[in-house]
């Protein structure tokens, strides 16, 4: 098939949806389909450029910066951005090419516009692969407030739904909340499209954890965003009460709105079991998790709807069991403890953190399968060549009505 895939998150930036669109993308290619990434990017003098990333077509179209600004800019950025893409795609050579199938990743939610236009010029079939339930979680969060904000974007997150033939979201417990979407519209299809990564690249990791303060103790490491959405809080709180234990360490690598603050209350409270690193190129991640005995999964506890953090999968992807603390209700809760895979509160509780924190050592030191069943679990259910081939059936023609 000839498949476009409109995104805002690609290398080179380093986030962990970054890595899995790009691992996406190499695999439809290695499966013999032709496939384009459509890309707004602001950092550039030309209106449209085209590059080879190790395969796939790469367009990266001139708009508005959507990253690292006030959450007003943002906004209008985002709104601005779809039409900005659309209009260089018309100066690109690209413009008269014709696609099967129009994936976008979620977030963000302003792709609608454009999404509707490839796919009536097209006539191409429509997958939404949607990662993040907005603006109900931002509403969770305390970040909104049921008023117009909060109506305009819901009324821009609908107005996406209606453009998609196919909606692929995290996990079982997100189905419900497209329920009336499904029934609305005859040839819909609603289905579960887990998060998935290809197999781990091999490149020295730049941090050496034997050459820092916590070089010979037990690693729990957290690589990724550390905003608002993950309440890193109480992973700090933890850090703080287990200070007095020379026998663990904790390694924060990444970037968020939440660092600088997390790094203050380490200073203020003197915290000598805790690193912080900026981000790190994702092929060096699988390094840097080979030098660490767990991984750290937080999601705020306000959160109601489900997520399965792309970090979980790197954890699994490279045999580390988890210490997690999820909202209440998260499907991931019951996953982690059916698989046997780490240990989880789901209480936002620091002393119950605690608890587990001892539980999970020593887990590591007796159960000398768990690195492996973390392994297993990773290639059964998180498999990259599964996820291409379940939306190259959806969006074929003979799939959707």
């Given at each position: 098939m000839?498949?476009?895939?409109?995104?805002?998150?690609?290398?080179?930036?380093?986030?962990s949806?970054?890595?899995?669109l790009?691992?996406?993308?190499?695999?439809?290619?290695?499966?013999?389909?032709?496939?384009?990434?459509?890309?707004?990017w602001?950092d550039?003098?030309?209106?449209?450029?085209?590059?080879?990333?190790?395969?796939v077509?790469?367009l990266?179209l001139?708009?508005?910066?959507?990253?690292?600004?006030?959450?007003f800019?943002?906004?209008?950025a985002?709104?601005?951005?779809?039409?900005?893409?659309r209009?260089?795609?018309k100066?690109s050579?690209?413009?008269?090419v014709?696609?099967?199938?129009?994936?976008?990743?979620?977030?963000?939610?302003f792709?609608?516009?454009?999404?509707?236009k490839?796919?009536?010029?097209?006539?191409?079939?429509?997958?939404l692969?949607?990662?993040?339930?907005?603006?109900?979680?931002?509403?969770?969060?305390?970040?909104?407030?049921?008023?117009?904000?909060y109506?305009?974007?819901?009324?821009v997150?609908?107005?996406?739904y209606?453009?998609?033939?196919v909606i692929?979201?995290?996990t079982?417990?997100?189905?419900?909340?497209f329920?009336?979407w499904?029934?609305?519209?005859q040839g819909?299809?609603l289905?579960?499209?887990k998060?998935?990564?290809?197999?781990?690249?091999?490149?020295?990791?730049?941090?050496?954890?034997?050459?820092?303060?916590?070089?010979?103790?037990?690693i729990?490491?957290?690589?990724?965003?550390?905003g608002?959405?993950?309440?890193?809080?109480?992973?700090?709180?933890?850090?703080?009460?287990?200070?007095?234990?020379?026998?663990?360490?904790?390694?924060?690598?990444?970037?968020?709105?939440?660092?600088?603050?997390?790094?203050?209350?380490?200073?203020?409270?003197?915290l000598r079991?805790?690193?912080?690193?900026d981000?790190?190129?994702?092929?060096e991640?699988?390094?840097?998790?080979s030098?660490?005995s767990?991984g750290?999964?937080?999601?705020?506890p306000?959160?109601?709807?489900?997520?399965?953090?792309g970090?979980?999968?790197t954890?699994m992807?490279?045999?580390?069991?988890v210490?997690?603390?999820?909202n209440?209700?998260?499907?991931?809760?019951?996953?982690?403890r059916?698989?046997?895979?780490?240990?989880?509160?789901?209480t936002n509780?620091?002393?119950?953190?605690?608890?587990?924190c001892?539980?999970?050592?020593?887990?590591?030191?007796?159960?000398?399968?768990?690195?492996?069943?973390?392994?297993?679990?990773?290639?059964?259910?998180?498999?990259?060549?599964?996820?291409?081939k379940?939306i190259?059936?959806?969006?074929?023609?003979?799939?959707?009505?």
């Amino acid at each position: 098939m000839r498949i476009a895939l409109i995104t805002d998150t690609f290398p080179p930036l380093r986030s962990s949806g970054s890595v899995q669109l790009r691992d996406l993308s190499r695999e439809f290619v290695k499966q013999g389909h032709e496939f384009i990434v459509l890309l707004p990017w602001h950092d550039q003098i030309e209106k449209w450029r085209l590059e080879d990333y190790g395969g796939v077509k790469v367009l990266f179209l001139k708009a508005p910066k959507t990253k690292d600004v006030s959450y007003f800019k943002r906004t209008i950025a985002e709104v601005i951005m779809p039409f900005a893409m659309r209009r260089n795609l018309k100066l690109s050579p690209l413009l008269t090419v014709r696609w099967d199938a129009i994936l976008w990743y979620s977030p963000s939610i302003f792709h609608g516009p454009f999404v509707s236009k490839l796919k009536g010029l097209n006539n191409a079939k429509s997958y939404l692969i949607i990662r993040d339930v907005f603006p109900e979680w931002a509403l969770d969060m305390g970040l909104l407030r049921r008023g117009i904000p909060y109506l305009f974007f819901k009324m821009v997150a609908k107005y996406q739904y209606s453009v998609a033939d196919v909606i692929g979201v995290q996990t079982p417990g997100n189905l419900s909340y497209f329920e009336s979407w499904v029934s609305h519209k005859q040839g819909r299809k609603l289905e579960v499209l887990k998060n998935w990564l290809d197999k781990p690249a091999n490149l020295e990791c730049s941090i050496r954890v034997n050459k820092t303060a916590l070089a010979g103790r037990f690693i729990f490491v957290y690589a990724g965003n550390m905003g608002v959405a993950q309440g890193m809080d109480v992973i700090l709180q933890l850090v703080d009460k287990l200070n007095y234990r020379t026998d663990i360490g904790f390694l924060l690598v990444g970037r968020g709105s939440e660092v600088a603050d997390l790094k203050q209350f380490a200073k203020e409270k003197d915290l000598r079991n805790i690193e912080f690193f900026d981000e790190i190129d994702p092929d060096e991640i699988p390094d840097l998790y080979s030098q660490c005995s767990a991984g750290i999964v937080a999601l705020d506890p306000r959160h109601k709807s489900h997520n399965i953090p792309g970090k979980f999968i790197t954890y699994m992807q490279s045999g580390l069991p988890v210490l997690a603390n999820l909202n209440s209700g998260n499907d991931l809760i019951q996953i982690i403890r059916d698989e046997n895979v780490g240990q989880v509160c789901d209480t936002n509780n620091v002393e119950e953190l605690m608890i587990l924190c001892d539980k999970l050592i020593d887990q590591v030191n007796t159960d000398r399968m768990l690195s492996l069943r973390c392994k297993a679990f990773f290639n059964r259910e998180f498999a990259v060549e599964n996820t291409v081939k379940q939306i190259v059936k959806a969006v074929s023609k003979s799939n959707v009505l």
